[in-house]
């Protein structure tokens, strides 16, 4: 059965760093484009940060250098550091895989995470 967990979020103040692991279970992580996105309330769900099945990394235009997106083949884990966090980094963060050549569009991702909070507020 094919699995995304996502943890390590939670409430960090403006200016704080987090890291974000995805574990993966019943596949293999390295053979698939994998992402973060995030879904502020209200709003649609925007990609953050990707990486290819051949290890290239992509992020969104809006994040300047402040996100870095890694993947650890052994741990068949994704993660997401986050540094210089800002109040409007506040969303639910979530990872997906999916099967083919990566992309920053939501629908064409085939496996998703249950999502996990972000807070960034004094």
């Known amino acids: 059965q094919v699995q995304l967990a996502e943890s390590g979020g939670g409430l960090v103040q403006p200016g704080g760093s987090l890291r974000l692991s995805c574990a993966a279970s019943?596949?293999?992580?390295?053979?698939?484009?994998i992402a973060w996105f995030r879904q502020a309330p209200g709003k649609e769900r925007n990609f953050v940060a990707g990486?290819?099945?051949?290890?290239?990394?992509f992020y969104g235009d809006f994040l300047k250098d402040r996100f870095t997106i890694s993947r650890d083949n052994a741990k068949n884990t994704l993660y997401l550091q986050m540094n210089s966090l800002k109040p409007e980094d506040t969303a639910v963060y979530y990872c997906a895989a999916r099967d083919g050549v990566w992309t920053t569009d939501v629908a064409d991702y085939d496996y998703w995470g249950q999502g996990i909070q972000v807070t960034v507020s004094s």
């Open positions: 019943g596949f293999t992580l390295r053979n698939y484009a």
């Open positions: 990486i290819s099945w051949s290890g290239n990394t």
